[in-house]
């Protein structure tokens, strides 16, 4: 039961640089999101799905796509990398009990440094 | 504007003793509070949690208190243990909305 998973583990990147993140769940959790972790800022929401197909805002959206083309998977796609994105990037599911997710599990974390 | 704020970002304790962390929020709509626990290298973990119609939630060794008319909620470890030293992030949401999170406060507990 491996839970989230998160991949890769880490990157170094290039300015200017794409790259994909996956997270993969095998919960069969309806809701999953993407949040970074910086010094001093805590989680903030990147982006976030409320179900396959569907995708939605967080906090700080911006320089960043995400996919959710199958249930279990959520992808995060960095189309030009800054080095203000360079952060540690947690993804996590949860699960819908009647109209509420409950339940946050969260993936190791994928470090992500952009020079 | 920070709708979930830990003011505190670090705080010492010595082991057996009580560490208590605090969260302050502004957002009166918020109806349940949560505390997340994170170690180095690894993703935040779920601790604890209370529902904005409790004051009071207990589980062993943590104790979670929330006082709605101060906007303010706090987390007890009693007695704390070595294992205790990580980050503690409080995290708030409204109905079906992502959780909220705060900065985080990292406890040292010293044997």
């Known amino acids: 039961n491996a839970g989230v998973t998160q991949t890769p583990k880490f990157r170094v990147l290039k300015t200017g640089q794409s790259m994909t993140l996956l997270c993969a769940q095998d919960?069969?959790?309806?809701?999953m999101y993407w949040y970074r972790q910086d010094p001093g800022m805590g989680l903030r929401l990147i982006h976030y799905?409320?179900?396959?197909?569907?995708?939605a805002k967080g906090e700080v959206p911006d320089g960043y796509n995400v996919s959710r083309l199958k249930k279990q998977n959520f992808l995060l796609g960095l189309e030009s990398a800054a080095p203000s994105q360079t952060s540690v990037y947690f993804c996590?599911?949860?699960?819908?009990?009647?109209?509420?997710?409950?339940?946050?599990?969260f993936g190791s974390g994928t470090r992500l440094t952009v020079v | 504007d920070q709708q979930v704020k830990q003011n505190s970002p670090s705080l010492s304790v010595q082991e057996g003793r009580i560490s208590i962390l605090n969260c302050d929020y502004t957002?009166?709509?918020?109806?349940?509070f949560l505390w997340y626990k994170k170690y180095p290298a690894e993703g935040p973990t779920f601790l604890i949690s209370?529902?904005?119609?409790?004051d009071k939630n207990e589980d062993g060794r943590f104790t979670v208190f929330l006082n709605k008319s101060a906007k303010h909620l706090s987390l007890h470890i009693v007695p704390s243990q070595p294992g205790d030293s990580a980050v503690y992030f409080c995290?708030?949401?409204?109905?079906?909305?992502?959780?909220?999170f705060g900065k985080g406060t990292r406890l040292s507990v010293i044997a």
């Open positions: 996590a599911s949860s699960e819908l009990l009647g109209t509420v997710s409950y339940g946050y599990t």
């Open positions: 919960m069969n959790h309806e809701y």
């Open positions: 799905s409320v179900g396959e197909g569907t995708t």
């Open positions: 957002n009166s709509m918020f109806d349940y």
């Open positions: 209370i529902s904005s119609i409790k």
């Open positions: 995290a708030a949401r409204k109905g079906n909305t992502p959780l909220v």
